[in-house]
Nanobody, 118 residues
Framework: QVQLEESGGGLVQAGGSLRLSCEVS???????????MAWYRQASGKQRELVAG???????IYADSVKGRFTISRDKSKKTNYLQMNSLTPEDTAVYFC?????????WGKGTLVTVSS
């Protein structure tokens, strides 16, 4: 079983930055079986949406709304990924969830709240 621990959320003023982290732990026999890691977010009253993802080791994908402002990366251990968020706006306020695809199965974190004040 895989556990995901997210951290780094909080309150920030518009224009500020935050870095979210997602650490994977648990029974992972082959770290390379993690084929994708991604961040989603869900704002109040809205559907969950993909923010950024990294797959195939180094390929990345971003929502249009965050391109040029957010960067997803993965550390050398391959167990932790980061979402660097710059130039934050109130529209980025949401609960951010980490997702990992391991052996083709999605695992989700519990989420971390990001609040951007104007």
């Amino acid at each position: 079983q895989v556990q995901l621990e997210e951290s780094g959320g909080g309150l920030v003023q518009a224009g500020g930055s935050l870095r979210l982290s997602c650490e994977v732990s648990g029974s992972i026999l082959n770290i390379n079986a993690i084929t994708a890691m991604a961040w989603y977010r869900q704002a109040s009253g809205k559907q969950r949406e993909l923010v950024a993802g990294i797959y195939g080791g180094r390929n990345t994908i971003y929502a249009d709304s965050v391109k040029g402002r957010f960067t997803i990366s993965r550390d050398k251990s391959k167990k932790t990924n980061y979402l660097q968020m710059n130039s934050l706006t109130p529209e980025d306020t949401a609960v951010y969830f980490c997702k990992v695809v391991l052996y083709g199965v999605d695992s989700w974190g519990k989420g971390t709240l990001v609040t951007v004040s104007s």
